[in-house]
């Protein structure tokens, strides 16, 4: 078992099952998205969960879609979601549609109707709430529950051919309209709705509800822990109810248990919102680096490992909370630490020139790709008369506890030389335009000639070598921590954060940046991590979204 999920209290009802035999040696999850949108990191604790029991009871895990909604739902949907459960390093056992089982689940629902079990209502969706009555008062019958068989087969033949309008008839169960629990009043069933579906096209007008079509394709699958959220505790009788009615198809159905859907810091995980940030363009796609969705987080550079150690992290519990988007973070730097290579980049170039070494000269010197990492190796860095530092590693008139460059100061470049700024070169607007600076030529490597220290050790490329980029930076989308509570009519619209893309042009990196393949991973020393985008790097445009910077602020909250 995997360390951090096997103490969860699904694993004890698993294991209670197994002792108890319940389905023999046999443990069997599903993960059942619908594909209405793409998925979002809140989906990827759920796949973590089904998936990961699969593996460590050694059973199956299916990929299900839940497609009963033909209005909401599209193939880029499908598509999108396989490639995410994909990334994140899982494989279905099978993969199944719900709408595979529309001829079962209507054979299904003609043996409740035959049993006397279901029947068809003429009442509006607003009268049937109307009946349904609330908590606190009983519901009504609807004057259609006492129907002949006769009668609700036949309607209900018709409203499948399309006799009758959208919204005009349904098919409900006949629950009891005293019940405690409002989804056992007389659920409904079968909705009549003209649309064309993504996979059955045109063959059906009439669609079963997510609780008629969720616990018998689970059934149908040979589930045998079916894993939802908190919200669906209260369908869970009615999802025992309507398996119970199909006993002898179903002898021991699957069993049902809840946990509470991840929160995150900072953002919205509401699929409704997701899909109006990206129909609106508040962002720019689904996939856009700032999004919670999973083809989000991988764009902007995090790792499938890093959002499966997030989600064993993060747990499983029965209580709704708030994740700080803090700790997503954290895993991702202690995985890049290990693995990503660091460069050098200059995001806000000066230009610094060492008026005491030969022009036309270059030297290489060799940089360490990966402290945490012997094996990632070197590689050689050129070095040349000209370079470029960070902008904000330099200050004319330095405070106290400033301790980079500034007029007569000493630095080390990195791996490189001690260089010492001499003078400050302004245009006639009074502008800073570039250093004057002098080595010291027995500093070589970055070592101290003589024992003499020097305060800071900055990043630095060689303007003749450098590659011009493109860097993204990337900062959260929401400037409250849970902008989804919506109080006092404010709108999470209102709440996003105006700075959360910043864009650079010109940014000058050490030449081997261009030849990295888009999406992979590195550190540019001092300023965080990056990587080459995945749709827009290229050697002639390379072009860096920023992952995360260098502060843990995890590890601040934490106290580690
Ligand atoms: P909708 O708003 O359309 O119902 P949904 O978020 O429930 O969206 P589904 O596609 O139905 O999306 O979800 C697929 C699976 O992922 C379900 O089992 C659901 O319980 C789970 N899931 C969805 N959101 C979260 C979340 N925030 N945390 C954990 N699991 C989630
Ligand atoms: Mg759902």
Known sequence: MAENESSNFIYKFIDEDLEAKRWGERVATRFPPEPNGYLHIGHAKSICLNFGIARDYKGSCNLRFDDTNPAKEE??????????????GFKWDNLYFASDYFDKLHDFAIKL???GKAYVCDLTADEIREYRGTLTTPGKESPYRGRSVEEN?????RMGKGEFPDGSRVLRAKGDMASGNLNMRDPVMY?????????????WCIYPMYDWAHGQSDAIEGITHSICTLEFEDHRPLYDWFLAQLGEEFPTPPRQIEFARLNLSHTVLSKRKLIELVKDSYVDGWDDPRMPTISGFRRRGFTPESIRDFAGRIGVAKKDSLVDYALLEHCLREDLNKRAERRMAVLHPLKVVITNYPEGETEHFECVNNPEDESAGTRMVPFSRELYIERDDFMEDPPKKFFRLGPGREVRLRSAYFITCEKVVKDADGELVELHCT???ESRGGASPDGRKVKATLHWVSAAHAVDATVRLYDRLFTEENPGVEKDGISYLD??????????EGCKVEPSLSKLSPEERVQFERLGYFVADRREHSAEKPTFNRVTTLRDAWAKISGK
């Open 495 to 504: 709440k996003m954060n105006p700075d959360s893309l910043t864009e650079l």
């Open 113 to 115: 109707i035959r049993e």
């Open 153 to 157: 087969l036949d309607l209900f033949y």
């Open 439 to 441: 080595y010291d030529p």
């Open 75 to 88: 193939q880029e949907y499908v598509d999108s979601i396989m490639e995410d459960v994909l990334w994140l």
């Open 191 to 203: 909705r009549v709705l003209t649309a064309t579906h993504h996979r059955t096209g045109d063959k």
